[in-house]
């Protein structure tokens, strides 16, 4: 209890985006017996671009060893984070992100990046029209339409024959 | 515009990219897919309408959701849902804007603010021992202009800020014995009474018999945890009867209502009065009547409201009053029914009512939708041409970047607004279907897959509570009838199964229920108990299918009852095997039919049963945690697999196989309870027929929970590592051996193969595995395969993540044969290579931006369109998407330009006619000269 006590009051003031975070149990080395520590942490949102947000959030009664917290928030993807709770100095917290394996300082969760969910419309170009089917179709008829007369044309053997025919009608 | 025109296969195999990703355009959401959002059934409801404005109301549910309604609409404002153990004591309002919420079991205390419900405070209350969890926020107790929101849990009585949560004061109230039922602050006084018993003495000085109250006796009564003031309402039979405790102890009975449902709390209405709501039921119609104390003799306000007899009775009522234009007061009630749902009643009529019970399933089917009778006529097809036309117009408009917005706003409306995706009949696409869904009120309802309205629902009669079947629950819904020959005249059925009360050897229930119309056509129950349900792969002649109900005593019961059903499954008697599965005792045993039931009435229908074979577990190094089988309706395409250097490989493609997977007893609890060294996963691939085990594989350091998925012949398993601290997923494929030298294609010709050897499970087959482990970022809730028609399409995995998204994973990243440099050969041929962890590709969210709050579970349907499949996924919101795992190669997209394909078409023939005209002159001046 003695811990709590102690402890500030947290705050917790995650935007709706960010309701929860999951603690996913101990993996506890020595369980506590009883009355656990509190793990208190932030989580940062210091937006790209946009405003940042940011809140607090704590999770009481924790035995002491090895914990994961995951932090689920749409549009963000977040590493989860190791969290090393020591029974031999009380408050000290060692936190390491599994997905990159660094290790943090304080307990504070930042999104490794921003999700975006849809594709981007790439804009109207022409190289889009030309290269769909239609475009293709009407690409190749145009080829036929001016390129294969003047390749005729430049076969010049054809004229003396064509012509011979002609006179022999005549 | 889902038209499916077949086009040349290839050419768009060619134009889609090799992109992996099932992904979408922003402007593309809700065109294929619906979500809808709910909250559960409403345990308390706290009204918010003193001030003008916008007028809520905060209500808690038992799906563990703190909620925000519009008083108007019944739109949701915002909502939270809390943990699955974090289930709501109380909710409350302080201050005129904060939501108070006290949860798990009186330990945590939250606010919100009210009008955007973000998260404002949150407070811990530690305790020494479990209690009743109360709330009471006093509306005038100050502390240094801070109001002070008073708590008794765990045996503790604590004074909380309403500013800031912080923990003002704290009293031991448990050490001294006393139980606390109720806190009473009076009015301008500085002290709180802690209301309670010590002990059991004092329980007994108010004993008065209720027979001595009430002259009927034969009934036994329950006191209403309704709050009231000064009064105790106590429900015997269908009567409730109002007690007031007079002075000197003495009771006496204030009213009797007959055939009343709920009653309110109380509300504090003009000075020291107190208004309560009544609710009754008479025919189809729901009265209600508001009392006002202290006399409670006058009905303040009574009204009747038609109701549909689908929800059942009325099981809450809560009430708030209002001033109206002429200065008298109404009341607004809000009332939760039977079947979870939510109604606003205000000056005799349902302003609104919210489907909560949707937030509850239990099991999902499909069933098909009627086929279209009559054929459409020529002015309606002239009409529809020229309205498709003119959409294209518009489409090709957006495309072509030449859109005014009001042609944007247009376009938007006419792909969201398509009729033909929400209509009643069946199309070439198999699209559009019903969902047939079971709710845990015992309730069903048939959702249309296009817009995923409500169809029919009916309030099952067999899972109403009734005195042969105390406590009915809802297990399982099957498909019962599907008709194919007689699809004209004849409507699918299904049949749902319950159970009256929770343990398996509790006895059950069957109903069949028509899918069209949504009447029950046959009802039995209770009959004997039901453990394991076995749809099996035949038919009658009326196309129902067979299906064989195991009880607790290990007898099998056939249904449908009927001769024909005996006389196919006569024939197919020693072919029938099962298995059971006693997680606990650590042991799966394999089951064949002997003869018929030896008991005292003749019953042809059911049958003894011998134990086959048995596998048991040691239990003390291995405990059942998961097992998993193939879905029964399942289509594989090819048994053969192409690999690299022309080899074939023969997938091992049994529909009984049984996946199992164990770990060390001491690590059943949660993650982290054991070292790694403690700790060790087993899995192992069984056949249930023979009961031989085909493969066994040990991951050492890794814990549950498992959660599997098998398809085809494979199978994806996902659990934790706990040496590496990540989540891992794993993959066994699993191949037949045997046929492996069928490769040199003269013996094939001559015939000089085994290919064509019936698979028989009596054989020995050899089989090979290969498995292959990645890490995975996230946990998961559950996790399906995408099933289509013909099974030709590749696969994706449909994982539920722990932030209830869907993830769609293609198959081709769980191969076993990923390695870090593949070869020129395995690189055409499509593998990836190996990584450590497997990619989350934030495009490949099935359910894009939105998320399925309390995520229980997935269902995937094929569609007939072999590309497409039907993605349904269900936990408090519901959300349904259509996915190609391959992209639509069999149809052309949505976004498909049909005006461009005509203006093409009319330039090309323009260009003939020109052409034509051109070379006509030309030869002409050929000839003169």
């Known amino acids: ?44 949102i210091s937006s790209f671009g946009l405003k940042g947000f940011d809140g607090y959030f704590s999770f009481h009664n924790v035995p002491a060893g090895t914990h994961l917290i995951e932090v689920a928030a749409i549009g963000y993807f977040f590493s989860p984070v190791r969290v090393d709770v020591s029974a031999r100095n009380p408050g000290k917290v060692q936190a390491t992100l599994t997905e990159n394996r660094r290790s943090l300082n304080e307990l504070v969760l930042e999104p490794l990046r ?19 089917p239609m475009g293709l179709m009407v690409g190749f008829m ?19 024959v064509r012509l011979k025919i002609i006179c022999l009608s005549k | 515009m889902a038209m499916a025109i077949r086009v040349f296969l290839l050419l768009l195999l060619f134009l889609s990219s090799s992109n992996l990703t099932f992904s979408l355009f922003e402007d593309q959401v809700g065109l294929m897919d619906w979500h809808q959002q709910y909250i559960g059934k409403v345990k308390h409801a706290v009204f918010h309408t003193q001030k003008a404005g916008r007028k809520r109301v905060v209500v808690s549910t038992e799906e563990n959701v703190v909620a925000s309604l519009d008083l108007r609409h019944g739109e949701i404002f915002w909502r939270h849902v809390l943990g ?16 108070i919420a006290l949860s798990s079991e009186g330990s945590i205390l939250r606010a919100w603010n009210l009008p955007d419900g973000q998260m404002v405070w949150e407070s811990f209350l530690p305790g ?16 240094d202009k801070d109001h002070v929101i008073l708590i008794y849990s765990n045996g503790c009585l604590h004074a909380v800020s309403s500013i800031d949560g912080e923990v003002l004061w704290k009293k031991e109230l448990a050490t001294e014995g006393i139980e606390v039922q109720q806190l009473i602050h009076p009015l301008g006084s500085d002290i709180i009474y802690a209301v309670g018993f010590v002990g059991m003495e004092k329980l007994l000085i108010h004993q008065t018999h209720v027979s001595d109250l009430f002259q009927d006796s034969s009934a036994t009564a329950v006191i209403l945890p309704s709050k009231l003031m000064g009064m105790v309402a106590l429900k015997i039979s269908s009567t409730i009867i109002f007690i007031k405790v007079a002075d000197a102890g003495k009771l006496e009975v204030v009213d009797k209502i007959d055939h009343a449902a709920a009653v309110s709390d109380g509300l504090s209405f003009l000075e020291g009065q107190q208004a309560l709501a009544l609710v009754q039921h008479g025919g189809s119609k729901i009265h209600l009547t508001v009392k006002l104390g202290p006399d409670w003799s006058g009905d303040l306000l009574k009204e009747s409201f038609e109701m549909d007899h689908q929800r059942g009775v009325v099981h809450k009522v809560f009430i708030n009053n209002y001033i109206r234009t002429d200065r008298s007061h109404g009341f607004r009630a809000l009332i939760v029914m039977e079947d979870h749902s939510l109604l606003l009643l205000q000056q005799g009529e349902v302003v609104w009512s919210r489907e909560d019970g949707l937030a509850s399933i239990i099991d999902v089917t499909t069933s098909e939708l009627p086929v279209e009778e009559n054929g459409v006529s020529v002015a309606k097809v002239e009409h529809n041409l020229f309205e498709w036309l003119k959409g294209h117009i518009l489409k090709l408009k957006g495309t072509l970047m030449l859109a005014s917005p009001e042609d944007v706003v247009a376009i938007q409306r006419i792909r969201l607004k398509s009729s033909e995706k929400s209509k009643m009949t069946r199309d ?4 559009r279907k019903l969902l047939i869904v079971l709710s845990k009120a015992g309730k069903l309802f048939a959702l249309h897959t296009g817009d995923g309205r409500i169809v029919w629902s009916l309030l099952l009669h067999t899972l109403h509570k009734s005195e042969a079947c105390e406590n009915p629950t809802g297990v399982n819904v099957y498909q019962w009838q599907v008709p194919h020959h007689h699809a004209m005249d004849e409507n699918p059925s299904i049949l749902v199964v319950g159970r009256c009360g929770h343990s398996l050897d509790a006895p059950g229930i069957l109903s069949i229920v028509d899918t069209y119309t949504g009447n ?67 042991i799966i045993r394999g089951h064949v039919l002997k003869n018929n039931c030896f008991l005292e009435v003749a019953d042809e229908f059911c049958f003894e049963t011998k134990a086959l074979w048995s596998i048991v577990f040691p239990s003390e190094s291995e405990k059942i945690i998961a097992t998993v089988t193939r879905k029964l309706n399942e289509v594989v395409h090819t048994q053969a697999k192409v690999i690299t250097d022309q080899e074939v490989m023969y997938k091992y493609v049994s529909k009984n196989l049984l996946f199992v997977a164990t770990v060390a007893p001491k690590a059943v609890g949660e993650i982290g309870s054991v070292t790694p060294d403690e700790s060790w996963l087993v899995v192992y691939l069984i056949d249930t027929i023979t009961g031989r085990i085909l493969h066994r594989l040990t991951h050492h350091g890794s814990q549950g929970p498992v959660h599997a998925v098998f398809s085809e012949n494979w199978v994806v398993y996902h659990y934790f590592n706990l040496r590496a601290h990540r989540y891992e997923m794993s993959v066994i494929e699993i191949y037949d051996q045997s046929r492996a030298d069928n490769k040199d294609v003269l013996n094939l010709i001559l015939g000089k193969h085994n290919l064509t050897s019936p698979i028989s499970s009596y054989s020995r087959p050899e089989v090979i595995t290969k498995s292959q482990s990645y890490f995975f970022t996230h946990s998961v809730k559950t996790i399906a395969v995408t099933s289509t028609a013909k099974g030709i399409t590749s696969k ?71 590309s497409t499949t039907l993605v349904f996924s269900y936990g408090v919101d519901l959300y349904f998407t259509q996915l190609a795992p391959s992209r639509t190669y069999d149809s052309l997209t949505e976004d498909f330009s049909y005006a461009l394909l005509l203006i093409t078409i009319v330039a090309l023939v323009v260009a003939i006619f020109v052409t034509w005209v051109l070379s006509e002159r030309k030869e002409l001046q050929e000839k003169w000269r």
């Not at chain 2, 390695?819 to 969210?845: F, R, W």
């Open chain 1, 1 to 44: 209890m003695a811990v709590i006590q102690r402890s500030k009051p947290i705050f917790l003031t995650l935007l709706f985006l960010l309701p929860f975070c999951f603690l996913h149990s101990a993996l506890a080395i020595s369980p506590g017996n009883g009355d656990g520590y509190t793990i208190n942490g932030r989580v940062k």
């Open chain 2, 428 to 431: 070439r696409n198999g699209f």
């Open chain 2, 520 to 586: 029950e056509l046959n009802s039995l129950g209770p009959v004997h108990s039901i453990v394991q349900i076995i749809p099996l792969p035949f038919t009658d002649p009326t196309e129902q299918r067979l299906h064989l109900l195991m009880d607790a005593g290990l007898r099998a019961h056939l249904y449908p009852r009927t001769p024909e059903a005996i006389g196919i499954f006569q024939r197919e008697f020693a072919n029938i095997y099962w298995y059971s599965i006693e997680a606990d005792n650590g």
């Open chain 2, 128 to 143: 020494s021992k479990p209690s009743k969890a109360l709330l009471s926020i006093p509306t005038n107790l100050k502390v």
């Open chain 1, 142 to 160: 145009l080829i036929v339409m001016f390129l294969m007369p003047k390749l005729v044309e430049n076969m010049a053997c054809w004229k003396p």
């Open chain 2, 84 to 99: 699955t153990n974090d289930a709501i004591d109380e909710i409350d309002i302080a201050l005129g804007k904060y939501v």
């Open chain 1, 114 to 132: 921003e999700e975006q969910y849809y594709e981007i419309r790439e804009p109207f170009s022409v190289m889009s029209l030309v290269k769909s």
């Open chain 2, 796 to 866: 994706q995995l449909l994982i539920g993540t722990i932030g209830d998204q869907v993830l769609a994973l293609d198959k081709r990243f769980l191969d076993p044969r990923r390695s870090i440099n593949p070869t020129q050969a395995e690189k055409e041929e499509g593998i990836i290579p190996l990584t450590d962890s497997l990619p989350i590709i934030p495009q490949s969210y099935v359910t894009h931006a939105l998320q399925v709050e309390g995520l229980r579970g997935i269902v995937t349907v094929p569609a007939k369109l072999e």
